[in-house]
């Protein structure tokens, strides 16, 4: 699938914890990118933002961000970085998942999609 294709297929979805969120939204491009699931079955077992805590630190992750590090290599610099590459940013509730989509993110946002300065990512994984 190509990125602008699964973008556009999600974006009308409403955000929902747990089923339409920056987790889930980005482990999606990731399955649907390369047919590898790495949410170790984690969407429609949370419903807050600490309950998916609680949900990935039973799997033995410290966070989101670490169970994407799990399953992904990190590029060495952000300035790596290729479309569709997950990223990691600064959210409003913390650290956020989004898709890298040249110079800028596609992130997942309680108020819908949005976009973040590709200068602002934390860190970037390589989707392959």
Do not use: N
Request: glycine letters at 12%; aromatic letters at 8%; proline letters at 2%.
């Amino acid at each position: 699938m190509r990125l602008h294709d699964y973008i556009r297929s999600t974006a009308r979805m409403p955000f929902k914890l747990g089923q339409h969120d920056c987790a889930t939204f980005a482990t999606g491009w990731v399955l649907a990118a390369t047919g590898r699931d790495i949410s170790e079955g984690l969407a429609g077992r949370y419903r807050t933002y600490a309950g998916g805590l609680r949900q990935v630190r039973k799997l033995g992750y410290d966070d989101h961000v670490a169970l994407i590090a799990a399953h992904l290599p990190e590029r060495a610099s952000i300035a790596d970085a290729m479309p569709g590459d997950i990223a990691v940013v600064e959210g409003e509730d913390g650290l956020a998942l989004g898709i890298c989509a040249g110079d800028h993110v596609q992130v997942l946002t309680e108020r819908g999609f949005g976009v973040v300065d590709m200068a602002q990512a934390l860190r970037v994984f390589e989707v392959r």
